[in-house]
Structure formats: C-alpha cells, structure tokens
C-alpha cells in the first residue's frame, strides 16, 4: 500500500480490521469508537451537600409545592392537595415555615408533608394523611368530621367531581396546559426541551388516566357540567355563613374549598379561559369566602 | 317512540349486574309509563357509540351515564318525568353531595366486594357474567372489567383481598431472595400457604381497614335515612334520583349470595334501617329477576317480571368481527393510542352543549395528539430504516474495500458501486 492510498477517504487501511469488519456488522465502527475513546471529557469535582437558605430553620417545615419567593412570604402554593394543608395549619394557628419542593423528596412520594420542630433531631416526616391528627395533637382542635355527617358527603364532591374537573382544566385542555401548568410544575425542573417535553407528557398522561379510571371516555361537558352541579351544592351548605357548617373559625373543610376557590379565582396564575372560574363566579357566597380566609397569607 | 334502556344483563336475581345500569332502571320504572320504555339486556358496550353502559336509545339519539339519562328524560318530557322537581334549596344540595358520595365510595367498595376479592370473583362475579354474555365476549370483558376494577381500588391498599397479588408478591419476595445470593437456592423455604391460611394471616389487618370504609359509606347514609321512607323526602313527595342511585349501589351490596360476604354484613349490621329500605325497595321496583327473563325469547316468560322486558338480538357476524377487531387494536401499542385520541374526539363532536369555540379547542388538541402519535410512528420507521440502510451500506463497502485489495488495479470500483447504495435505501424506505 503506498502512502497516497492511505490517505483516500472511505478506504480502511488495516487488512485484518477489514476482513473483521466484513464479517461482523454489528461490530463498533471506528468514528464511534474513537469518539468513545475520548471519555470521559472532564471529570468534575463532587458536589456539595444540598445546602440551602432553610435548611437551617429549626421550625416545622411544611414541604410543598411553590417558588423561592412564595416560600419567603408564606404564599398559597399553587398546588390544591398542598395548599388544603398549608390553609389547615395556618387557620388552626400552628407556626411553620414553607420550604418549596417537589414529588421526589417526600418519602411517601406525594407532597405535602411536614417535619415537626420538636421533638430534635426527630427527622420522621409526617404524611398529609396524618397532619389532621399531628395537629390535634398539638393544639387540641376539634376533629371536624365527627361533628357533621355532611362533611364527609360533601368532601366528596371536591374529593371526586371538582377534583377530575380541575384535573382536565389544568392538564389536558391544551391552552390552560400551556399557560399555567407548564411555568408552574416543567419548567422550574428543567432547562432542557426534551426533558421538558418528555415532563409535560407524562403530567398530562397520569392526568388523563387518571380520569378514565371511571368513565370510559372524557366528556369534556359532563366533567364541567358535574363541577358546576358540586359549586351549587357547595354554596347552599355554606348559604350565608362565614365559615362551613357554621363554626366561628375557619376548619379544615374551609381549607380544602379554599383550596380549590382560591387556585381557580386566581387571576395571577394567567388562566386563559377558566371555564371553572365563570362557573364559580356564580356563586357570591363562594367568592367572599376566598376572600375573607385570603386575609390568613 | 318507545324507549329502548340498554344495559348489563341480570345477576344475582338482580335485574343488571352494574350499579349504574340498576339506577336506571329504577329511575325509568318510577317516572316512565310501563308501555313507552323497554329494558333491552344487551351486556355489550359497543351497541353504543358512547360505549357504555347504561345507554338510552330514542330512535337514533344515543344517551348514556345515569345523570345523563335523567337530564335527557327531564329534557324530552317537558318535566313531566323528573324525580327531583319538588327539592328545596338544601335537599337539592343533598341530592348532589350524597350522589357524589355514592359514586365514589360504594362504587369502591363494590368493586372490593365483587371483583378484587378473589374467591368473590371467581366463584360468583365471574360465572354470572359467563351467563349473560355472548361469545366471544364472555373472555374479553370479565378480564377488563377485573383490571378496571383493581386498578380503581389500588388506592385503598387492599390488594391483599386478592389471592393473585399476594402469590405474586410471594414470588416477588422469593425471587428476591435468591437474587440476593447470600442464601442457596434450595435452603430458602418455600411457605406452603392453603388458601384459609392465606386469608386468615392478613384478615385482621383487612378488618380493619373494611371496617373504616364501610363505616364512612353506611354511617351518613343511615343517618339521612333516619325513620323517613325515603332519603331526602318523608313519604307522599316520593323518591328522588338519589333514591334511584341509592338503590342501584346498595341492592348490589345487600343482595349477592356471595363466598365471603364481609360487604353485606357490614350493611346489616352498621345500617338496619338502610338495609330494610333497600329490601323494600328492591321487591315494589325490580322484583325478582332471572336470566331468563331477559334472554329468552319466549314471551310468556318475559312478562312474568315487573320489568318491561325485551329480548336481545344474537350477536350478528359483523358485530362479533367488531368486537374482536376492537379487540386487537385495544391491545396494540400505538394503535391503541390513536383509537383512544379519536374516541375522545368523537365524543366532543356528540356532545351539543359546547360552544364552537371549546369544541375547535378540543378537537385541535386531539389533532395534536394524533399527529404525535404519527410523529413517533414516523421517527421509529425512520431509525429502523437508517439502521438497516447503515448495515447494508457497512457490507458493500467492506466487500468492496475487500474486492479492492484482490485486484488492486481497479482504482475505480468503489465509484462505479457506491451510487448504487443510497439507491437500496430508498427502496426499503418505500417499501416500509
């Protein structure tokens, strides 16, 4: 082989590498390999121990769905199940700070959750499921449920019918997806396009599953018709008292309409068209009582 | 025009099998004149556009879902067949909020009761849907409805009701040990459960939790019942949708004969008076029903019920080969996706009451999802091709550096060969 040859493109100069490489398609070919060859580029230092401006508060630490800046000031997370426990502990007068997170640091996998202040060095978080009880305990309110029938009842409205209907507002109707769900719970996890694409699918994916687990189609109007039918409902037990079920401070089922109300009236998070928000707006009672347990934040 | 109500057939000496389709039933027996309705026991979701059941058919308007079904009635009668006309403020509230309450928590625990329970399933569920089902539908949809069911009640954390997913934890369990290493394979003891034992190891535990459930259901249902005959009114106002629904949910609860009936003895004992309503009611609005009322063809029989009976069809050949082709494309990857995206689609094109608007916004987002569903269809067909135009064009070139070197005067070969390759590309990417 002369030197000339050698340097003609798309001609393999080795024999053996050759006759290999014809009998073996699925061998490495050279470009790749000797891409591969060159790693690891960089090697960097470790990181350090997450380390942020609340890990030192020596508080209860409530972790929950919200930005930096709504953790500072204590605002309403953006996220119904968080903000029913936010509202709960703030309206039962209990002290905490609000730490943003998200669904992978809870050990239970859901947020929220709470890591008590006493007793020290107790790292054992409390689950949403058992904040109600953690918070009798603490302050000896009242356990809401055995005092009405209808609590139960009517939670199931928010529980179900509100519930599926928020979840196709918030995720599966394209423009809302876009304009408030997307900045809220893609966007801070990644810069990158395709992580956030690939984020956004499985949001909505686990949203619409989540729906046809009882019907076997969504049905856009029946969903709205039944929130419709849930805020009627809601509006007459609350008829023109300050709280539910006529108690003098607000409860835990304040919290959890308050949840939903507040999110939905919130003109803040840029609805495009809040169909849910017309239907609400229907219903005064419902509207004044967002507001008065705003005052709370 | 006579209404044709087509639901799941009858089981359990029950008129349907399904809540929802026995609350429709009830709701047309009580508002409905006997001669402008029939009850058709179709058993199969797809005589439906909607596919569900139960579906209300008035020559060719399709409606399903019993709130659906009671907003259509009120609809084309004027409100002369309306239950819930004479509700005051919070007795409509009522109406909503228990409605709710039924749905989600009784449906739960049918599904607990009739379905994840295993020797429930397997020793009645099933068998009764083999009954009324037809080939080949009697394979394909008990399976899927046992899986909707489980996966509906996953939350609750009772799968240990279900003998299935305790073996295959155990296997799960097992395997992990061995992967383990630390232990030989065959000094690991493989437990030698019986079924009694099984069920009695986690039954305590399970006790527990039924025992909060069916408290939450039965507790406020009692309570709203109270010594009235009926939910929400105390007798000459009559009964009310929520009745209808009440009905539909607890007459499946009450009544089955079942192996392990924790779900009726729960009702008897937390709720009596609920559960003498439910009796009552049962025998003045469905009677009792057997499978031959529904399904035979013979006349005399049909009228010995008080239900308007009226016998199914047999499965027509293009009915069977739709249901097997639905079949098969439902258990396709990506054709599944693009099925569900159209049934959804077509739905929103049904539904009247969206304004243009919502209705453009819906279906361009169904648009949207069909497209990515090509456009991932597109990009696989797309790799495949790449990778095999890149192992034929590896071989060519191999043999042709190959045949170089045999005859090393032929400088020009590689040129007169090469052109050909992309041109075997571009066949197969056709041909795919």
């Not at chain 2, 006309?85 to 009784?106: C, H, P, T, V, Y």
């Amino acid at each position: 082989m002369t030197p000339e040859r050698r340097d003609t493109p798309g001609q393999t100069p080795d024999n053996v590498s050759t006759a290999s490489r014809a009998r073996d398609f699925f061998s490495v070919p050279a470009p790749v390999k000797r891409i591969f060859d060159r790693f690891p580029l960089v090697t960097y230092p470790s990181n350090d121990l997450p380390h942020s401006a609340w890990s030192d508060k020596r508080g209860n630490r409530l972790y929950v769905f919200t930005d930096a800046a709504g953790a500072r000031r204590g605002r309403p997370s953006f996220n119904p199940q968080c903000l029913k426990w936010q509202a709960y502990l703030r309206f039962v007068g209990i002290d905490f700070d609000v730490i943003p997170s998200n669904n992978h640091a809870s050990p239970s996998g859901a947020l929220p959750f709470l890591i008590p202040a006493h007793p020290v060095n107790n790292n054992t978080p409390i689950p949403s499921s058992k904040l109600q009880k953690w918070a009798i305990e603490q302050v000896h309110c009242e356990e809401e449920q055995q005092l009405d029938l209808r609590f139960e009842v009517y939670a199931s409205l928010l529980d179900h019918r509100i519930r599926n209907a928020w979840l196709y507002t918030l995720y599966l109707d394209p423009e809302e997806f876009a304009a408030v769900a997307k900045p809220l719970y893609v966007d801070p996890s990644s810069k990158n396009s395709a992580v956030r694409t690939a984020l956004a699918v499985q949001l909505q994916q686990a949203a619409r599953t989540e729906i046809l687990k009882t019907s076997s189609y969504i049905d856009v109007g029946a969903l709205e018709a039944e929130a419709s039918d849930a805020f009627e409902a809601l509006s007459t037990l609350l008829g023109d008292n300050l709280h539910f079920f006529d108690r003098p401070n607000p409860g835990l089922f304040d919290a959890s309409v308050f949840a939903y109300t507040h999110l939905i009236l919130d003109e803040e998070l840029g609805w495009q068209r809040n169909r849910l928000g017309q239907l609400l707006r229907q219903h005064e009672n419902l509207v004044q009582h967002r507001e008065r347990l705003l005052k709370f934040f | 025009m006579v209404l044709e109500l087509h639901v799941w057939g009858p089981a359990f000496s029950l008129p349907s099998i399904d809540a929802q389709c026995l609350a429709a039933i009830a709701y047309l027996s009580l508002t409905v004149p006997k001669d402008a309705w029939v009850l058709v026991a179709s058993s199969d979701p797809s005589v439906s556009p909607t596919h569900e059941l139960p579906a209300l058919k008035n020559d060719s308007t399709w409606v399903s879902r019993f709130r659906n079904i009671v907003d259509y009635l009120r609809q084309y009668s004027n409100g002369d067949w309306d239950l819930d006309q004479n509700l005051s403020g919070l007795e409509k509230a009522d109406n909503i909020a228990f409605s709710a309450f039924l749905e989600s928590r009784a449906q739960s625990l049918l599904d607990l009761s009739l379905y994840v329970t295993s020797q429930n399933y397997y020793n009645s569920t099933s068998p009764s849907y083999g009954a009324i089902l037809q080939w080949p539908n009697q394979w394909i949809l008990p399976p899927k409805l046992h899986t909707a069911a489980k996966d509906r009640t996953e939350h609750l954390g009772l799968s240990s009701l279900d003998l299935e997913a305790i073996e295959e934890q155990r296997k799960r369990e097992h395997s992990a040990a061995v992967a383990a290493g630390h232990i030989p394979k065959n000094l690991i003891p493989r437990p030698r459960d019986t079924v009694s034992a099984l069920l009695g190891k986690t039954s305590q535990q399970n006790q527990f939790k039924l025992e909060g459930l069916t408290a939450e259901l039965f507790e406020p249902l009692e309570e709203i019942l109270g010594e009235k005959k009926y939910f929400l009114h105390t007798g000459e106002a009559g009964p009310t949708s929520l009745d209808c629904l009440a009905l539909g949910y607890l007459s499946l609860a009450l009544v089955p004969e079942l192996p392990n009936s924790w779900l009726r003895d729960a009702m008897r004992s937390k709720a009596p008076q609920v559960t003498e309503y439910t009796e009552r009611q049962r025998k003045n609005i469905f009677g009792i029903v057997e499978i031959e009322h529904a399904l035979s063809a013979d006349g005399a029989k049909r009228s010995s019920s008080i239900l308007p009976w009226q016998a199914v069809q047999r499965a027509r050949l293009a009915t069977v080969g739709s249901t097997l082709y639905n079949t098969i494309a439902d258990a396709t990857p990506i054709w599944k996706d693009i099925r569900l995206n159209n049934r959804t689609k077509e739905a929103l094109q049904e539904s009247s009451e969206l304004s243009g608007v919502e209705r453009r916004a819906a279906s361009m987002y169904t648009d949207a999802q069909t497209k990515d569903v090509w456009l991932s269809v597109g990009t696989v067909v797309a790799g495949v091709a790449a990778l095999i135009g890149y192992m034929a064009f590896t071989t060519s070139q191999a043999t042709e550096v190959y045949e170089d070197q045999v005859d090393e005067d032929e400088d020009d070969e590689p040129q007169f060969v090469l052109p050909d390759q992309p041109m075997q590309v571009g066949d197969m990417l056709a041909a795919l």
